[in-house]
């Protein structure tokens, strides 16, 4: 497992490409971790790194942090997040991690929460047709209708599809690709939609899956080679049109001067 990174949702754009062709995006304001802590196999039974993101004020920790954070002299730090790595030898306490981290990297996982919806009918929740709106229902057209079956089982199975609390969930998306980063500002774009509101913290990590898709990077690249393929014939094409006339009229002019010398010659 590697390392990953914290950031905020600002919000959503579009880049453009020299082609034309404009991509949705979502942009990121990455902070950087700081190094709080190290375990090795010897002391603690496995490898791994604590990281610590985004600041925060002294009087907003208990007791127990406040020691925590001076007994390893960093500054406060609201979000802890500890990742398991094969060795340890890269990083040392106090170092900081930012956007750098995925300066090889084309495709990331995001994480963040969703949106919370409250509570919600099934209706709303899960796409239930709900009952008639007409012809003897009354006060029960958005309801889900029937929940179980008779005195057996003389229950209501877990699982089932009911009216309740609606979003507000954490939720992982795949394989979403990098389309630009910027690493004076800690922006990176992401192609497509991210969950959560604007300003909502998202967890950021190298993709775990292998991804053999081509970029839109490379898309791009590749049809402007065959663009450039299907134009050269046709340019070579019109620079041999415009070349031929010129040799025509200097066999023109040849004879026109040969015929000249001859009527010269004859007078």
């Not at 007791?63 to 730090?77: A, D, L, S, V």
């Not at 003389?154 to 979003?167: D, P």
């Not at 990077?217 to 094409?237: L, Q």
């Amino acid at each position: 497992m590697s390392l990953g990174l914290v950031g905020k949702k600002i919000g959503m754009t579009r880049e453009f490409f020299d082609s034309g062709t404009s991509v949705p995006v979502t942009v990121l304001k990455v902070e950087k971790g700081r190094v709080i802590d190290i375990y090795s196999k010897e002391k603690n039974g496995y490898t791994a790194v604590k990281l610590g993101f985004l600041k925060m004020r002294n009087s907003k920790l208990t007791n127990q942090m406040k020691g925590f954070f001076t007994k390893k002299n960093t500054e406060p730090k609201r979000i802890l997040k500890e990742y398991r790595v094969s060795k340890t030898d890269e990083y040392k306490i106090g170092n900081e991690i930012g956007l750098e981290l995925f300066k090889d990297a084309k495709f990331i996982d995001v994480k963040s929460k969703t949106i919370g919806k409250g509570f919600a009918g099934v209706m709303k929740k899960y796409n239930f047709g709900g009952l008639r709106a007409t012809h003897g229902v009354s006060v029960s057209h958005r309801s889900h209708g029937s929940t179980g079956q008779r005195q057996d089982p003389g229950k209501v199975f877990k699982g089932k599809k009911m009216a309740g609390h609606m979003g507000s969930k954490f939720r992982t998306i795949l394989n979403l690709e990098i389309i630009k980063s910027d690493l004076e500002n800690d922006l990176i774009y992401v192609k497509g939609s991210i969950p959560g509101s604007k300003n909502s913290i998202v967890y950021l990590r190298k993709s775990t899956k292998i991804v053999r898709r081509k970029t839109t990077k490379d898309k791009e690249d590749i049809a402007a080679k065959t663009i450039s393929k299907k134009e050269t014939p046709k340019a070579a094409a019109k620079s041999a049109a415009k070349k031929a006339p010129e040799k025509t009229n200097v066999k023109k002019d040849s004879q026109t001067k040969v015929t000249n010398v001859k009527e010269n010659k004859a007078k």
